[in-house]
């Protein structure tokens, strides 16, 4: 779903290659390159949304809570508390999923 988003982003507005998105397979990598996918992901919704001169209510889309997701999942190796925040980075996950979803839905309809 994040390589279809990003390919629906013109060539112009993309911070990341589609194809860029399989990196997260990479054990150990990971952990540090879905910063990379949020951060680049919000820019390029940003950027694609205010090129088409849609406003949207968020500054940078989906930035807040791919962040706040990340965090968690990192934090899942502190022992006692590891589990829970894995559990709550899960759900932020799914949140994250439906949104950046719904902005590719958005640029689907748009096209």
Not at 12 to 35: A, C, D, T, Y
Request: charged share 15%.
């Amino acid at each position: 779903m994040m390589q279809k988003t990003f390919a629906l982003i013109s060539q112009q507005n993309r911070k990341m290659e589609p194809s860029h998105v399989w990196l997260m397979f990479i054990p150990i990598f990971n952990i540090g390159w879905r910063f990379v996918i949020v951060n680049r992901m919000a820019d390029s919704l940003k950027a694609e949304l205010a090129s088409r001169n849609i406003v949207v209510s968020e500054e940078n889309p989906g930035k807040s809570i791919g962040i706040a997701y990340c965090i968690l999942m990192c934090c899942g190796i502190i022992p006692f508390i590891g589990p829970l925040a894995s559990l709550v980075g899960l759900a932020l996950w799914i949140a994250y999923w439906v949104k950046i979803s719904q902005y590719k839905a958005m640029l689907v309809n748009l096209k």
